[in-house]
């Protein structure tokens, strides 16, 4: 049986050595080599009868990235040498045609020349596992082809594999762009949403749209429009456009594209940025309030209405009360410094510019007031000791307290004030305050100006006796109460007149002030009189000389100073006047009654006598260290 040569179409060829490259040779050398074998080989199988038997697995398919290197298995076992194979790989064109890429048998390994695969497969062969691995390098989308390993033996026997070739390119992060307009909600039609896009990958990725992370199927209200586009290099761009019938809760609704695509062993998914839309509807129902103050108004505040339609559509606003129309703008009125006159009932219309259809809300709203305080009597004149009763009302649209107040003090609570026994401490200004508890700030007030006639009473100061320097000068101050307010006069002791340096004049009260100088001693009086009767204030100054106006409090605490040094120089002249006396007594030159004598010749227990003179009797008598009298005997 006839060994079938190679192709005629194999025109290079080269065989492998166990430490090199492959050796390439001459078509020429090649034929004479090929001659001789197969005579040999015919020779050799001459009487052969056994077919031997060839088995080929492949995987269904190898997966690879584009770019990266693809190896194609072929298993094969075979009851002969690997020298008595023939392995040839084929691809499949798309029209089913078999391309030869590669030959090998025991003689040679010949690439196949002009095909995409030529300068980018190398096959090796495993002998001991029985193993055949084609490897195509830089692996392209036309590369995505079946792959065939033959594997047939010297006797006829063949076997087959095949294995596809699938080439996979991510594509790039997918985009997606909301429409920019507003949709109108519950139209017949359906309206675009927006697209997302999907570029660069292979094989062809999906989009699938979602709605708050629910899928959008294809229906009477969702529309998805698909379109592919093939790139320059291949690769696969999609674009998808949803169209939807738009409802009111689509305006809260967050929409965003799922892209599904393939990859060696598997599926992923990324998804896009989420949009939301613009969804305009109209209003079914207007809605009113005040905004500000919280709680109770009161007269003065200022009041802040909203008007607001359960829609979104284009409106003019306004609000009434009673025959009153006021303009709103975005949606809102203020009102200032209100009275209990808008109190009332107030009408937001809201009119759509499109349809002009009309709709409106109301609200009511009440002023709280506090009308101003009436204090009966608001001036009172009574004599000391009278009795007197005012009242303070106010009416209020809440419940109201009541307090008066003296000099910032409470004095009494309730409408009625009562004043027993008066004396000049009664007298002053009361203010009446109104509040409303319920309303914080709310509240009002009224005075009452009592007055207590009677004589002046002078203030007494703490000192009336006062010590000042000659040529100095002296203020004297007189506070006096009395009404009607009492007339001031300044007088010496003498009758003269003194001119006031400054006076304060109340209804009930005069502060007044006097400089004096002083050149003697003075005593001025303070004279206060009215249709009462009168009162007088004495001060006594007592002038004293410059040289000797000493201040008692500086004579208190230089005294005790002046009386220890005084004691102790006595004490020195003492000591000093001894000692003299001593001496004059050692030298004779102290004399008793008989004359001088001789007091050196005493005995020296004699040293510590002093001389005690007496000048009635002129006699000496001497006294011992103790002041005992000596014995006569001892002069």
Excluded at 171 to 186: H, K, N, W
Excluded at 187 to 211: A, Q
Excluded at 336 to 343: A, C, D, F, I, W
Excluded at 493 to 516: N, W
């Amino acid at each position: 049986m006839l060994l079938h040569p190679p192709p005629a179409s194999l025109t290079h060829t080269f065989t492998h050595t166990s430490d090199g490259p492959p050796l390439y040779r001459s078509t020429s050398m090649d034929a004479r080599l090929s001659a001789s074998l197969l005579a040999g080989l015919v020779f050799l199988l001459h009487g052969y009868t056994a077919w031997a038997v060839v088995e080929v697995s492949m995987e269904d398919r190898v997966e690879v990235y584009k770019g990266d290197t693809a190896q194609i298995t072929c298993m094969f076992t075979s009851d002969e040498g690997i020298g008595g194979l023939i392995i040839q790989w084929f691809y499949v064109l798309r029209t089913g045609e078999k391309k030869n890429i590669y030959y090998q048998d025991a003689t040679m390994q010949v690439v196949e020349r002009n095909t995409q695969f030529t300068d980018r497969i190398m096959v090796n062969v495993t002998a001991a596992t029985g193993e055949v691995v084609l490897t195509i390098a830089n692996v392209q989308l036309i590369d995505q082809l079946e792959f065939i390993c033959l594997i047939k033996s010297l006797t006829d026997g063949v076997s087959e594999g095949r294995t596809k070739l699938l080439v996979f390119e991510k594509p790039d992060f997918p985009t997606i762009e909301g429409v920019q307009t507003g949709v109108l909600a519950d139209e017949d039609t359906l309206s675009k949403i927006g697209s997302c896009e999907v570029k660069n990958g292979f094989p062809k990725p999906n989009i699938t749209w979602y709605r708050n992370n629910a899928p959008l199927r294809v229906s009477d209200v969702v529309s998805v429009v698909a379109s592919t586009t093939i790139e320059s290099s291949g690769l696969f761009s999609v674009r998808s456009e949803l169209n939807l019938k738009v409802m009111k809760e689509d305006k809260d609704a967050r929409f965003y594209c799922e892209v599904t695509y393939l990859v060696p062993g598997g599926t992923r998914m990324t998804e896009t940025n989420h949009i939301s839309i613009t969804v305009y509807y109209p209003s079914t129902a207007v809605h009113v309030w005040v905004e500000s103050p919280k709680g109770k108004i009161k007269e003065g505040d200022s009041i802040i209405f909203n008007c607001h339609g359960n829609g979104n559509m284009a409106s003019s606003v306004s609000i009434k009360h009673g025959t009153t129309e006021y303009n709103v703008e975005s949606n809102m009125l203020v009102l200032e410094n209100v009275t209990r006159l808008q109190s009332g009932d107030y009408e937001c219309i809201s009119t759509d510019v499109n349809t002009f259809e009309e709709l409106s809300g109301n609200t009511t709203v009440f002023v709280n007031y506090l009308d101003p305080v009436v204090v009966l009597p608001s001036y009172v004149e009574m004599a000391q000791g009278e009795e007197w009763t005012a009242t303070c009302n106010a009416l209020s649209s809440l419940q109201t307290h009541t307090a008066w107040f003296k000099d910032g003090q409470e004095v009494s609570t309730g409408h009625i004030l009562m004043l027993t026994d008066v004396t000049f401490d009664t007298a002053g200004t009361y203010k009446c305050v109104v509040s409303v508890p319920e309303i914080d700030g709310m509240e009002k007030m009224a005075t009452l100006q009592v007055h207590v006639k009677g004589a002046p009473e002078i203030m007494k100061p703490e000192h009336t006796d006062i010590e000042e320097s000659v040529s100095s000068t002296v203020d004297l101050t007189c506070h006096v109460r009395g009404f009607p307010a009492p007339s001031v006069i300044w007088t010496t002791a003498d009758g003269k007149i003194l001119e006031t340096t400054s006076q304060t004049e109340m209804d009930d009260s005069v502060h007044s002030i006097v400089s004096v100088e002083v050149t003697s001693d003075l005593t001025a009086f303070c004279n206060a009189s009215n249709e009462y009767g009168a009162d007088a204030l004495a001060y006594k100054i007592k002038a004293i000389k410059a040289a000797t106006a000493i201040p008692p409090e500086k004579i208190r605490k230089e005294g005790n100073g002046v009386i220890i040094v005084v004691i102790i120089i006595c004490i020195l002249l003492l000591a000093i006047l001894g000692s003299v006396l001593y001496f004059l007594y050692k030298k004779g030159k102290i004399c008793g009654r008989s004359g001088k004598q001789d007091l050196t010749k005493e005995k020296s227990s004699k040293d510590n006598i002093v001389v005690e003179m007496k000048s009635d009797t002129e006699d000496a008598v001497l006294l011992g260290v103790n002041g005992e009298k000596l014995p006569s005997s001892n002069q």
